[in-house]
Each structure stands twice: as C-alpha cells, then as structure tokens.
C-alpha cells in the first residue's frame, strides 16, 4: 500500500525542496534590494549586501546530513535573527513617509 503523504514516499526530496526554498528567499531579497534602491538607497544596498548572506546560510543549512545538528541549526537561527534585527533598524531609522500616498504613489 503507497504512503498517503507524499513526502513519506521520498523523504530524500525535502532537502532538496529547502535548499529551494531558500534559493528563492535569496532572490525575493535581491528583488526587493533592487525596488528599495529606487526610493531609498542606503536601505536597499543593506538588503541587497543581505542577499549573499541569506543564499550561503541556506546552502550551509541543506548540507546537513542525517538529522539537523545543533551547530548548524544555531549557526542559522543566529543569522535568521541578525538579518531580521537589521532589516528592523533599517526600517526604523530610515525617512518616514508624510502620507501613504507618499509611500504607495499611485501611477495611472
């Protein structure tokens, strides 16, 4: 009888599917850097500077071998919670907008 979930059939391909998943959190990073440099640019270089950083962790985190280690898991909780504080200073420290029109302009 074949397994209901599929993950039980090949448990060999949630590596695979964090390894992409990280992948992709590395490019919606480099994506919003690339849109932050166009109304703030010190905000955006910092989010693009992450983007590398966010890539090398995931890779760093899919190479675990049987099991999470905890060197590994502690190694990308740390740099999980150092990105979340910086992009938190970041946010606080920048301009405010006056309105939300200034913040979302509407094109059209």
């Known amino acids: 009888m074949p397994p209901d979930d599929p993950e039980d059939a090949d448990p060999g391909l949630s590596r695979e599917r964090t390894r992409l998943a990280w992948s ?31 890539w090398g962790v995931g890779r760093f985190a899919s190479r675990a071998t049987q099991g999470p280690r905890p060197g590994r898991l502690l190694v990308v909780t740390l740099t999980v919670t150092a990105v979340s504080v910086l992009a938190a200073i970041v946010a606080l420290v920048g301009p405010a907008p006056a309105s939300l029109s200034q913040l979302f302009p509407l094109h059209g």
């Open 24 to 54: 992709r959190t590395a490019i919606a990073f480099a994506a919003l850097g690339g849109a932050m440099l166009r109304r703030e640019v010190a905000a955006g270089l910092v989010v693009l500077a992450t983007t590398p950083l966010v």
